[in-house]
C-alpha cells in the first residue's frame, strides 16, 4: 500500500481544497470519468495516492463499472441533478468495499463529483448520531428528573423525620426509618444521575496509561482472586487535554461491569480483562475525521452482553445483571462525549470489548 506523504503539495485549484476536509470519499471526474482529483480519505480507502489516482480512470476501481459509466453520461447530458446507488468499490490488493455512490454536476462543463460512503461507516455515523441524540436526551431527561423529583423527596424524608419524633413504639419507628432510607437511596441515585452534567470538566494533560494502571488496581483490589487484568499497551501514545478523574471513572464502570459479569469465571479462576491501548491514523468517528486517535479497548471473556440489551447498553437504567443501577455505561459514555470521543461495544459470548476512542493532538 503507498502512502502519501503529510505535508506533499497538491498542485489543484484552490476549489478542490475543501474536499481534503471531508471524511467521506470525493473524486472530481470528467465527463470519461478520468479522475482530475482525489481527496485524501479516498486515498485511504483505496490504498494509492492521489499521484497514483489522478489521471486514470475511476471506472477501474469498481467492480461494475457500467453504472458509473451510465451515470456520467447523464451528468454530461443534465438528465439529472444527482443520481445514487450502490456499489463496490476495488481496493488496491483486490478487497471490495460496499460504498454508497452519489455523482453530482458541477458549475464546470464537463465535470462531476463523485461522492463514495462506504456503507458499513454510513450505518456507524447513524448510530454515532442516534447515540448523540439519546445523550442530549439523557441530558434534558436528568435535569427534569431532578426538578421533579428532590423537592418533593425532601418533603417525604423531613416528613418522616418529624413522624419518628412524635412516636414512641419502637416498630413503629422502624417504618419511618424504612422511608427515610428509601428517600435518601432515590436522593443518591437522582445524584449520579445529574453528576456528569454539574462539575465543569478539570482540563490537564492526561496519560492514558496512568489513568489504566489506576483502573487496573482498583479493579484487582476488589476482585485479587481468580481475575488476571492484563496488559497490552502502545507507550508511543502522547499526552492529551481531558479530565484525568472523569477518564478514570468511565474506563473503571467499563472494566468493574466486565468484572461483575466474569463471576463464573472467576469462580473458575480463568477470567480476564486486557486492557489495550493503540494509536488510530486518519480515523472518522463522530461525523468528524482526525489525524490521530486514542484507542483504548476494555475486553473481557465473559458471557457477553445480552442481545435484548445490546441496542440500549448505554441507555439510562439499563442493565443487564440483578441489583445493577444501569447508570455505569451512561456515565462512561457521557464523560468519553465530554472528550469528543465515543464508546462502542462488540459482545459476542467468550468476548466482549468496549472501544474507547479519543481524539488526539
Not at 439519546?134 to 428528573?145: I, T, V
Not at 456528569?196 to 492514558?208: A, K, L, Q, T
Not at 468511565?250 to 486486557?274: F, G, M, P, S
Not at 489525524?291 to 440489551?309: F, M, T, Y
Amino acid at each position: 500500500m503507498e502512502s502519501r506523504i503529510l505535508g506533499a503539495s497538491r498542485p489543484h485549484p484552490p476549489r478542490f481544497a475543501a474536499f481534503d476536509l471531508l471524511a467521506t470519499l470525493v473524486a472530481v471526474v470528467n465527463g470519461e470519468g478520468v479522475v482530475l482529483f482525489a481527496n485524501a480519505a479516498l486515498e485511504d480507502a483505496v490504498g494509492l495516492s492521489w499521484r497514483s489516482i489522478e489521471g486514470t480512470s475511476l471506472l477501474q476501481y469498481f467492480s461494475q463499472p457500467g453504472t458509473l459509466r451510465h451515470a456520467l453520461k447523464g451528468a454530461r447530458g443534465n438528465a439529472f441533478a444527482a443520481l445514487r446507488y450502490d456499489a463496490q468499490l476495488r481496493r488496491h490488493g483486490g478487497e471490495l468495499l460496499p460504498v454508497h455512490v452519489i455523482v453530482a454536476q458541477t458549475e464546470h462543463a464537463d465535470e462531476a463529483v463523485v461522492e463514495l460512503l462506504p456503507l458499513a461507516q454510513q450505518a456507524r455515523q447513524q448510530r454515532e448520531e442516534r447515540l448523540a441524540h439519546q445523550s442530549r436526551a439523557n441530558k434534558e431527561l436528568f435535569r427534569n428528573l431532578a426538578h421533579e423529583i428532590k423537592n418533593p423527596l425532601g418533603g417525604i424524608r423531613g416528613a418522616a423525620q418529624l413522624l419518628e419524633m412524635e412516636i414512641e413504639g419502637r416498630e413503629l419507628r422502624e417504618y419511618t426509618q424504612v422511608i427515610i432510607h428509601e428517600a435518601d437511596r432515590l436522593q443518591a441515585l437522582v445524584d449520579r444521575l445529574l453528576a456528569p452534567h454539574r462539575r465543569p470538566p478539570m482540563v490537564s494533560d492526561v496519560n492514558i496509561h496512568e489513568v489504566c494502571e489506576r483502573v487496573r488496581a482498583l479493579i484487582l483490589a476488589e476482585f485479587p482472586n481468580g481475575l488476571k487484568v492484563v496488559r497490552d499497551y502502545d507507550i508511543s501514545i502522547p499526552d492529551f487535554r481531558g479530565d484525568r478523574e472523569q477518564l478514570i471513572q468511565a474506563v473503571l464502570n467499563i472494566a468493574h461491569n466486565a468484572a461483575q459479569a466474569l463471576t463464573e469465571r472467576i469462580a473458575r479462576k480463568d477470567a480476564e480483562i486486557i486492557l489495550r491501548t493503540r494509536v488510530l491514523r486518519q480515523v472518522t468517528f463522530g461525523l468528524q475525521r482526525y489525524r490521530l486517535a486514542l484507542e483504548l479497548h476494555v475486553i473481557d471473556n465473559g458471557p457477553g452482553v445480552p442481545d435484548s440489551i445490546k441496542d440500549r447498553v448505554f441507555f439510562p437504567l439499563v442493565s443487564g445483571r440483578d441489583g445493577g443501577s444501569g447508570l455505569g455505561l451512561t456515565l462512561a459514555q457521557t464523560f468519553v462525549q465530554q472528550h469528543h470521543g465515543l464508546i462502542e461495544l462488540d459482545s459476542r459470548p467468550g468476548r466482549t470489548d468496549f472501544r474507547i476512542l479519543i481524539p488526539l493532538p
